[in-house]
């Protein structure tokens, strides 16, 4: 899981900063980690929301998010991969984007690839989504880890879901099953 150089991270109060952060950069850089501060703090903060909308904009999609302290999180944005499959909410949002003339090439490019090979269409809903059987069978075997993967909550299921659903090549499936069963075994929730 990458690290953030904590000298990088940016903060912003609004959207539209962001925004300007993202029209400036969208096509040089390879990453951002945004510091969020939370709901209850009372700073001036972009949210999570915020940072979904804006970086759809640009071609960019939210990933890792990773808690700082008791007040602030970081949330990593990165470019879109090609090829890389979308959630439903992200395709209402884009819709929604379109519509209101809000998104750039760099991010209809992506669109564009998606309808044309059908990912578009495919859209994941996330509340949907579940581990695969195989996946559950296998923990039958391992007391331990089944144990431990039944303490999950929904996030940390949904890794897995994603994870072992979304790979495309069969070594790509069989590589994260294998890391997901040694997580459990190892009584590490995936994040």
């Not at 899981?1 to 993202?22: A, H, I, K």
């Not at 949210?47 to 602030?72: A, F, P």
């Not at 209402?92 to 690839?113: C, F, K, P, Q, T």
């Not at 039944?150 to 979304?166: C, E, F, M, P, Q």
């Amino acid at each position: 899981m990458p690290e953030p150089d904590l000298n990088r991270v940016m903060t912003f109060v609004t959207p539209q900063e962001l925004g300007q952060w993202l029209k400036a950069n969208h096509n040089v850089e390879t990453e951002l980690w945004v510091k969020v501060f939370k709901k209850g703090t009372k700073v001036p903060s972009v949210t999570w929301d915020d940072i979904v909308i804006e970086s759809l904009c640009w071609g960019w999609i939210d990933g890792i998010k990773k808690s700082l302290d008791e007040q602030t999180y970081l949330q990593r944005i990165t470019p879109r991969k090609a090829r890389s499959n979308w959630s439903k909410r992200n395709a209402v949002h884009v819709d929604r984007l379109i519509s209101e003339g809000r998104m750039n090439e760099s991010g209809l490019v992506h669109v564009r690839a998606a309808k044309a090979d059908g990912r578009w269409d495919n859209a994941y809903v996330v509340s949907e989504m579940t581990v695969p059987d195989d996946f559950l069978a296998a923990l039958e075997g391992k007391h331990k880890a089944k144990q431990f993967f039944d303490t999950l909550n929904k996030s940390n299921r949904y890794v897995i879901a994603h994870g072992l659903t979304s790979a495309k090549k069969l070594e790509t499936r069989t590589r994260r099953f294998v890391k997901f069963m040694d997580m459990m075994e190892r009584e590490e929730k995936p994040v």
